[in-house]
Nanobody, 128 residues
């Protein structure tokens, strides 16, 4: 059972930056597609960014394109979400998720049905 641990959330002013981290407690993330999702109060969960297991191809939601960057690091044991130019509307609980690449990697991987493993979430609050 893959266990994901997120860290890096917090309170930041509008226009600021945060970096979220996702790591597996006792394994590697090398074989998994990894994504970041977020859920704000009263809203549906939204796929923010995803990165392929094979060649690190990435896809982003339109709402974060150009501001957020997803990447692998630490011998592919960690996945980061670098968030810049943060806005109040980015406030949400952010979750990382992992899924085996059973289907072709495409923008459809921004949808949550692709993922079997989820972290506990980390709160990001952007003050305006």
């Amino acid at each position: 059972q893959l266990q994901l641990v997120e860290s890096g959330g917090g309170l930041v002013q509008s226009g600021g930056s945060l970096r979220l981290s996702c790591a597996a407690s006792d394994s590697t993330l090398d074989y998994y597609v990894i994504a970041w999702f977020r859920q704000a109060p009263g809203k549906e969960r939204e796929g923010v960014a995803c990165i392929s297991s094979r060649d690190d191809t990435t896809y982003y939601a339109d709402s974060v394109k150009g501001r957020f960057t997803i990447s692998r690091a630490n011998a592919r044991k960690t996945v980061y979400l670098e968030m810049n130019s943060l806005k109040a509307e980015d406030t949400a609980v952010y979750y990382c998720a992992a899924g085996l690449p059973l289907n072709k990697f495409s923008t459809s991987w921004l949808r949550d049905f692709n993922y079997d493993y989820w972290g506990q979430g980390t709160q990001v609050t952007v003050s305006s």
